[in-house]
């Protein structure tokens, strides 16, 4: 069985550019989360999906981002225009959990190191 | 908010030894307290959990402790080896309308041989 899939492994974009990360979760999986890791600092939520809704948005920093799930499948995260503190690594997460919840197992995808210049 | 407070940042030990990671949390009703490990390179995988009504779990050289009155929990690996050199991530998943995992900021982990 496939593991949770991103695209691509890293980015590397200037500062005004637009990016968009992608996200396959495990198959049957309704629970998908979008986290980033800025550096030597912790896991930062940004949101949740539950299928296609979202679930939770408050870890979305701005307006820049925004997180699409068409169809409960795949998802993307696109920033734009791109700053230069969005630099960091992006992971996708996915769990089986029922109603939403978290409180089972969430595997991760390898993330997106993305870096602003 | 909601928050994690993990230490050490980085833990160097012999192989052989023991190695302790901490963390505390702040939303007393936490009831979700899993451990991931990363890899170089790799994605963070879940290495053991433990849930609010269990103060102790054991899987092999791992185990995890939870002290529910003062908050924080507890990694706790024996007999260290090379291949457990990593990043290890606690989470916490608070209780309330957002319930989502909350990380630690990680413990750069390196077991010397």
């Known amino acids: 069985e496939a593991g949770v899939t991103q695209f691509p492994s890293h980015s590397v974009i200037e500062k005004g550019q637009t990016v968009t990360l992608r996200c396959d979760p495990i198959?049957?999986?309704?629970?998908l989360y979008w986290y980033r890791r800025v550096m030597g600092k912790e896991i930062k939520f940004l949101l949740h999906?539950?299928?296609?809704?979202?679930?939770?948005e408050s870890g979305m920093p701005n307006n820049r981002f925004l997180a699409e799930r068409t169809g409960g499948t795949y998802s993307t995260l696109k920033v734009q225009p791109a700053e230069l503190e969005d630099s960091g690594v992006y992971f996708c997460?996915?769990?089986?959990?029922?109603?939403?919840?978290?409180?089972?197992?969430?595997?991760f995808g390898q993330g997106t190191r993305l870096t602003v210049v | 908010g909601e928050n994690v407070e993990q230490h050490p940042s980085t833990l160097s030990v012999q192989e052989g030894d023991s190695a302790v990671i901490k963390c505390t949390y702040s939303d007393s009703a936490s009831n979700y307290f899993p451990w991931y490990k990363q890899e170089l390179g790799k994605r963070p995988q879940l290495i053991i959990d433990?849930?609010?009504?269990?103060g102790e779990k054991k899987d092999q050289r791992i185990a995890v402790t939870l002290n529910k009155t003062a908050k924080h929990f507890s990694l706790h690996i024996t007999e260290t080896q090379p291949e457990d050199s990593a990043v290890y991530f606690c989470a916490a998943l608070f209780a309330g309308s957002a319930r989502q995992l909350t990380f630690g900021s990680g413990t750069q982990l390196t077991v010397l041989p």
């Open positions: 999906f539950v299928k296609e809704s979202k679930q939770d």
């Open positions: 997460a996915s769990s089986q959990g029922a109603q939403g919840r978290m409180d089972t197992e969430a595997f």
């Open positions: 198959s049957g999986h309704d629970n």
């Open positions: 433990i849930r609010s009504n269990v």
